[in-house]
C-alpha cells in the first residue's frame, strides 16, 4: 500500500531527480537554527500563554514584608474597641434568599454582638447577640430564642458558614485579626499562611498585589473562606464595605454590604440584653454538628 504524502508540505516533496528539495538554508545556517530551537520554542510558549504580554514571576513574601502584615493586623486590631453600623445582607441557599437591611454594633472586650437583621419592608428576621462564648439568636420566623454555647458550627442554622467567636468579630467588624498560635509563613506571593504543628496551612491570608492590604483570609480546614472589598478608612481605621463569607467547596455565602462605620464611640450595654418576645419557646442547642 502506497503512503499518501500532504501535498503542501516541502519535506514529502520529490524532485525531478529524486533528491530532497533544497531550501536555501546552509548546512551552517542549519546547524544554528538547531541548536536555538529550544530556546525559539519556549519563547513561543511564554507568549501564547501570556497573551503577548510580559510574564512576571512574583516570589513569596520575604521575612520583613510578613512582619509588615503582621503589624498592620495587630495595629488595626488594636484600634476598635467598639464599632457599629447599617447596611444590608445578601444570604445565598442558606435561611433566606433576599436582600435585607442589617444593624451591628459589638465591643471587643469584653466580646459582644448585636445584629438586628430584618426585611426591607420592616419585619424582623433574625435578632442575633454574642457574649463571651454565648450566644442567643431570636428567630423570629420560627418564633424561637436559641441559646447555646459558641461552639464550631453553632450559627450554621443561621449562617452558611462556620463563624466561631473569632471569626465572627472580624466578619462584622471588616477586617481580619491575627491569630497568635501557629507559624507565620509566605509560601506564595502576596500570601501569608498560618502553619500548625504538621505544617498544614491552617489560614490562608491572601494582600491585593497593588495596596497590600487583605483581600480574603480561608481556613482550609473549616472549609471557610472571607472576602474583603472596597477598604475604607475613618481615623486610620480600616475597614471594608463589602464582606463574603463563603462556604469553600458549596454554594452558600453570605455578603455583608456595609454602610459608613463609626468606632470607639460610647455603646449603652442595654444594646447587649436579649429578652424573649411574648409566644416564642426556647431551644437550648448543647451539641452542633
Known sequence: MKENSCPSDPSTRATASGRAPSLG??????????????????????????????????????????????????????????????????????????EANTLMAGTRTPLRLRMEITHAWGQPILHLLV???????????????????????????????????DLIWEVLRGFPKLRPDGRLESRKADQVSLLGQNGDEMEILELDPESGLPRRISFPERKVAVDYKDFQQEDGILYA?????????????????????????????????????????????????
Open 241 to 289: 464595605k463589602e464582606v463574603r463569607v463563603t462556604q469553600m467547596g458549596g454554594t452558600r455565602n453570605l455578603t455583608l454590604k456595609n454602610g459608613k462605620m463609626v468606632f470607639n464611640k460610647p455603646i449603652p450595654d442595654e444594646i447587649f440584653r436579649m429578652e424573649m418576645p411574648p409566644g416564642f419557646e426556647t431551644e437550648y442547642i448543647e451539641k452542633t454538628n
Open 25 to 98: 538554508i546552509g548546512s551552517r545556517a542549519k546547524g544554528s537554527l538547531l541548536r536555538r530551537m529550544p530556546f525559539i520554542l519556549a519563547l513561543m510558549f511564554l507568549v501564547t500563554v501570556s497573551g503577548c504580554a510580559p510574564v512576571l514571576f512574583k516570589k513569596p513574601l520575604s521575612d520583613q514584608e510578613v512582619r509588615n502584615v503582621v503589624s498592620l493586623l495587630k495595629a488595626q486590631e488594636e484600634s476598635v474597641n467598639a464599632f457599629y453600623t447599617s447596611g444590608q445582607m445578601v444570604v445565598k441557599d442558606w435561611y433566606w434568599d433576599q
Open 131 to 165: 457574649v463571651g462564648k454565648t450566644f442567643k439568636a431570636l428567630s423570629y420566623g420560627e418564633r424561637k430564642l436559641y441559646i447555646g454555647d459558641l461552639n464550631p458550627g453553632a450559627l450554621s442554622k443561621f449562617f452558611p458558614a462556620d463563624l466561631g467567636a
